[in-house]
């Protein structure tokens, strides 16, 4: 049974067996398909639906029941452990090391609840030899922005503000008129990402990181091209305290984290929670110290303990979570639980812009990133299709997460290391778990 799904339990045909929790959550899952129908001034019609229900439930109707021969992962947690291990090795070996710790997480909720199995390998205390759980905690730095996006489409929804306001409706920024909320979702706005800027400190408040931006020329007339900047989705975050009078960690909290049952996500404030591992990084790229090119062996592997960014990302990217979690969050979102359908397709419909600059991506693998949504970024993984998600990359930290629409299949990948590819990591975990799917049953 997964963590946030259920699944009927078999019985003899003419004996039917009742597993009375399973019983009580396949009744909830069937609520809330049809909430709209159980309205508090039809006693009678809701009264007549729960009598069918009950009747449907006890003789193991499809209509609750989320079996493994419809949408439950078909790689086995032993065989994604050993593919964890291949990755450790193949990813560190241009660098002489092996990478320290590996966890991911496929699930599948296409017939319904998603089904999830997670597996891990290598250290939770990299150069420490403490062996990673499938409970341990990462941080999953920019898939962050999922968060932030979802939550002010939210707020697009309930009339509280439009994609098309100018920034200028909340902050001074110069150029403010020009520059929308959509074009910040989007990364259009040409506006400069304050981390990359001189006076980036780990003590700056999201205003002090936006007034970074402000002093500085704009890369490009907003909307008229794309470039990846961290300072959108912090403007975004200050916009949507203002919009809902409450704090961006309150508002994503409140509405994905408890809902979607994410136990194991929280918002880094600074202070860890759970069982929250160590991230590392290898003794190149900072200053005095050499370049990082692989293939250069002969690096060693230090800890992240104390990461610059950690805080300062705030709604950019300082989310911790686990894959497990990762792929419930994706799954939700993908799934219509948690924006309606037309601001779905805005998050992943990528912008003329993104795609135009992303041409001259390279290929990770059998991954290739196409395109850039408004909060959304679109995959293509070779011989599966098009997926959709979000990487993450922060001090001692890499993730990425990806669902494919064509076949249910989400899954995510988080390691505590720098550098890890989890662009190649999460296509080839894709291309495998697809191959998985796809065997005869």
């Known amino acids: 049974m997964s963590r946030n799904g259920f699944r009927l339990l078999s019985s003899e045909p003419r004996k039917p067996r009742i597993d009375w929790p399973v019983w009580r959550a396949c009744i909830q899952h069937w609520i809330s398909r049809h909430r709209p129908q159980l309205t508090s001034n039809q006693p009678l019609r809701y009264s007549a639906l729960l009598v069918a229900l009950v009747a449907v439930c006890m003789s193991g109707g499809a209509s609750c029941s989320n079996t493994s021969s419809d949408s ?99 902050i001074e920024f110069p150029g403010g008129d020009d520059i929308s909320i959509r074009m910040l979702l989007g990364h259009t706005s040409g506006i400069q990402s304050f981390d990359e800027l001189p006076g980036h400190s780990r003590m700056l408040s999201p205003e002090q990181s936006i007034d970074l931006a402000a002093a500085v020329p704009p890369l490009y007339t907003p909307g008229s091209s794309w470039a990846y900047s961290n300072t959108n989705y912090t403007i975004l975050g200050v916009i949507a305290e203002k919009v809902s009078g409450s704090t961006w960690e309150s508002e994503v909290s409140e509405r994905f984290f408890g809902p979607l049952g994410l136990r194991d996500t929280y918002v880094w404030s600074g202070k860890s929670k759970g069982s929250t591992v160590a991230g590392s990084r290898l003794t190149c790229g900072q200053p005095n110290e050499p370049k990082c090119a692989p293939p250069r062996p002969g690096f060693r592997i230090v800890p992240e303990e104390d990461g610059f960014d950690w805080t300062v990302s705030w709604a950019a990217g300082a989310i911790v979570s686990t894959p497990a979690d990762l792929v419930r969050w994706m799954d939700g979102l993908m799934g219509g639980e948690v924006v309606d359908k037309a601001h779905l397709e805005l998050m992943m419909t990528p912008t003329p812009e993104s795609v135009q600059e992303l041409q001259v991506y390279p290929k990770f693998g059998p991954l290739k990133w196409t395109g850039d949504g408004l909060g959304l970024l679109q995959y293509q993984i070779d011989g599966v299709g098009t997926a959709y998600g979000h990487e993450g990359l922060i001090n001692g930290f890499s993730a990425n997460v990806a669902h494919i629409p064509a076949t249910g299949l989400t899954v995510a990948v988080a390691s505590n290391f720098v550098p890890f590819d989890t662009f190649e990591a999460l296509g080839y975990l894709i291309v495998q778990a697809s191959a998985a799917a796809n065997k005869p049953r």
């Open 72 to 170: 439950s992962p078909q790689i086995s947690r032993t065989e994604l452990e050993q593919s964890l291990a291949k990755l450790r090795q193949s990813q560190g070996a241009p660098w002489g090391v092996t990478v320290p710790g590996l966890a991911a997480a496929i699930g599948s909720g296409a017939d319904g609840p998603v089904e999830v199995i997670d597996a891990v390998s290598g250290s939770s205390n990299p150069p420490g030899n403490t062996a990673l759980a499938t409970l341990d905690r990462f941080h999953v730095g920019s898939v962050t922005k999922t968060f932030t996006a979802a939550l002010i489409m939210q707020l697009a929804q309930e009339g509280k503000l439009s994609l098309s306001d100018p920034i200028s409706k909340w």
